[in-house]
T-cell receptor
Framework: GAVVSQHPSRVICKSGTSVKIECRSLDFQATTMFWYRQFPKKSLMLMATSNEGSKATYEQGVEKDKFLINHASLTLSTLTVTSAHPEDSSFYIC????????????FGPGTRLTVL | SQQGEEDPQALSIQEGENATMNCSYKTSINNLQWYRQNSGRGLVHLILIRSNEREKHSGRLRVTLDTSKKSSSLLITASRAADTASYFCATDVQGAQKLVFGQGTRLTINP
């Protein structure tokens, strides 16, 4: 089956620094990737839709200048949390559509971000 | 925004029993999917049911969909300790590619 990877799996950073999270589709091309965040014991909240070669579409309430998304190729999307604060600590998960199918999303294993 | 409501929020049963989780949604959908998530891990896709389907089976899983009531249920039969996880429904909203997740049910299977 299709595989999506995320790197890093876990990151701890100091308040005020920026953190980049990568999402890669390993064996398929993904024209569309999605970024979610999940707080402990809560559900996934969609942050933004990342389309290859164009600007990301952010959900209401998500600061686009704080959560920078770049989808430079059909296999890679990055999420950069800029000037991170403790309240940004969360589990960030990406997913990707296979280009030939719009029914199936494949999820990455997630990245645990802790901001001190 | 979250459009799915799941109940119960938490469910604890004995190994071997059946577990039923329910999901309700608000808008028209193309399909509904169920996912499992073990603590601190990514999501595992379990099953997809399309809007024109009413029931689907996969191993010990049985999913129903009632579009008139905008609801779905996930039944896990003969539960095992390894089924302990959180289960989420997600709807593929018509007109949009994105998935909207329910609040989830935390299932605990007691040995």
């Amino acid at each position: 089956g299709a595989v999506v990877s995320q790197h890093p799996s876990r990151v701890i950073c100091k308040s005020g620094t920026s953190v980049k999270i990568e999402c890669r589709s390993l064996d398929f091309q993904a024209t569309t990737m999605f970024w979610y965040r999940q707080f402990p014991k809560k559900s996934l909240m969609l942050m933004a839709t990342s389309n290859e070669g164009s600007k990301a579409t952010y959900e209401q309430g998500v600061e686009k200048d704080k959560f920078l998304i770049n989808h430079a190729s059909l296999t890679l999307s990055t999420l950069t949390v800029t000037s991170a604060h403790p309240e940004d600590s969360s589990f960030y998960i990406c997913s990707a559509f296979i280009a030939a199918s719009t029914d199936t999303q494949y999820f990455g294993p997630g990245t645990r971000l802790t901001v001190l | 925004s979250q459009q799915g409501e799941e109940d119960p929020q938490a469910l604890s049963i004995q190994e071997g029993e059946n577990a039923t989780m329910n999901c309700s949604y608000k808008t028209s959908i193309n399909n509904l999917q169920w996912y499992r998530q073990n603590s601190g891990r990514g999501l595992v896709h379990l099953i997809l049911i399309r809007s024109n389907e009413r029931e689907k089976h996969s191993g010990r899983l049985r999913v129903t969909l009632d579009t008139s009531k905008k609801s779905s249920s996930l039944l896990i039969t003969a539960s095992r300790a390894a089924d302990t996880a959180s289960y989420f429904c997600a709807t593929d909203v018509q007109g949009a590619q994105k998935l909207v997740f329910g609040q989830g049910t935390r299932l605990t299977i007691n040995p």
